[in-house]
């Protein structure tokens, strides 16, 4: 257990519908990431918050995605009108930048399946 | 849990032998790499990382070698282990930049 959490672990949807995922990082981590795993395949990055603020966002999350951190603590992804390929399992990690290390370390992930 | 890496490349490795896992890494500019280990349903978990300005260091049974000429990761793990078993991956980030490019990963099996 790293000490990130998400929730929900795992996300059976029917296509078109919203989710919702959270991220509970390490208490005093500063940066907060999401990425998205399919299978077979490493760790594909989507965006990333310092404190409150989304800095960096992937091609890969289109207009039907939205990420929040609203008070620089937990994290929410949203993604809207649901497809079959946003199949995946959703990864959180966090980190704490000291003297320019950036180690991230990872939860357990969500997965979520589009029926 | 679900399965990690169905079609990754496959290392099947002697309990008790050395393992070494390669990775090529895609960034000239990148500085900085790790090694991930993921067990099936559970997010990738930190072994070891290094900076481009070394090329090898050493944790607890493992030991990173970096080739920024070829730009080739390697990942050796000694007397290896059951609990071993599971998908690596390597990624590289560099300065200025936070984001983790991850490689496609390599599924290590340990035999009894």
């Known amino acids: 257990d790293t000490g990130v959490s998400q929730d929900p672990r795992h996300k059976i949807t029917k296509r078109g519908q919203n989710v919702t995922f959270r991220c509970d990082p390490i208490?005093?981590?500063?940066?907060l990431y999401w990425y998205r795993q399919t299978l077979g395949q490493g760790p594909e990055f989507l965006t990333y918050?310092?404190?409150?603020?989304?800095?960096?966002k992937s091609r890969l999350l289109s207009d039907r995605f939205s990420a929040e951190r609203p008070k620089g603590s937990f994290s929410t992804l949203e993604i809207q009108r649901t497809e079959q390929g946003d199949s995946a399992m959703y990864l959180c990690?966090?980190?704490?930048?000291?003297?320019?290390?950036?180690?991230?370390?990872f939860g357990p992930g969500t997965r979520l399946t589009v029926l | 849990g679900e399965s990690v890496g169905l079609h990754l490349p496959t290392l099947s490795v002697q309990e008790g032998d050395n393992s070494i896992i390669n990775c090529a890494y895609s960034?000239?500019?990148?500085?900085?790499f790790i090694w991930y280990k993921q067990e099936s349903g559970k997010g990738p978990q930190f072994i070891i990382d290094?900076?481009?300005?070394?090329d090898k260091r050493q944790g607890q049974r493992v030991t990173v070698l970096l080739n920024k000429t070829v730009k080739h990761l390697s990942l050796q793990i000694a007397a290896t282990q059951p609990g071993d078993s599971a998908v690596y991956f390597c990624?590289?980030?560099?300065?200025?930049?936070?984001?983790?490019?991850f490689g496609t990963g390599t599924r290590l099996k340990v035999l009894a």
């Open positions: 990690a966090s980190s704490l930048t000291i003297a320019g290390l950036n180690e991230q370390f």
């Open positions: 208490s005093e981590h500063n940066r």
């Open positions: 918050f310092q404190n409150e603020a989304q800095l960096e």
């Open positions: 960034n000239s500019a990148s500085d900085y």
């Open positions: 290094i900076r481009s300005n070394m």
């Open positions: 990624a590289e980030t560099r300065a200025g930049t936070y984001k983790y490019i």
